[in-house]
């Protein structure tokens, strides 16, 4: 199996299952995407608290622009990766919707992100195509 083809999105969704269903959870006892890893004192005298649901997100956003790049590249791997991508995205709906642990902000944020990856697939090779074999803007074609 070629790394291409594997969607990148599915690590994150290793790591908050893993993270869930061993029941991780920060020293108050709250849910490992609760749990306060640092407060960060800014300037304006506020305090930043940084949640591990915080560190989760902006590391599956890093894993998107990833996807997102890899989206450009077109051909059987790049078809077979928005495929995957959208099993994934099915994946974690089901998982957000049905099981226990999973119906949280950070959750749901993650899944549409997992919608997100494959749409924007879809629509990137889509565009790459039609650019690739001339095919006309309906604009053009109007005069």
Not at 17 to 38: C, F, K, Q, R, S
Not at 105 to 110: A, P
Request: no cysteine.
């Amino acid at each position: 199996m070629k790394l291409e083809i594997f969607p990148l999105l599915a690590i994150s969704y290793a790591v908050f299952l893993v993270l869930t269903l061993v029941g991780a959870t920060g020293a108050d006892g709250v849910p490992w995407y609760e749990a306060t890893i640092v407060n960060l004192p800014l300037y304006s005298q506020d305090t930043w608290s940084v949640r591990g649901g915080d560190l989760f997100i902006v590391a599956s956003m890093g894993l998107l622009f990833i996807e997102l790049i890899r989206a450009t590249k077109t051909g059987t791997e790049s078809i077979t990766n928005h495929l995957l991508s959208f099993m994934l995205f099915i994946a974690v709906l089901l998982t957000f919707i049905l099981a226990p642990g999973f119906g949280n902000s950070v959750f749901f944020i993650f899944t549409t992100m997992t919608l997100l990856d494959p749409m924007a697939g879809f629509v990137v090779t889509t565009v790459t195509a039609r650019r690739d074999i001339g095919v006309p803007d309906k604009s053009s074609l109007l005069g």
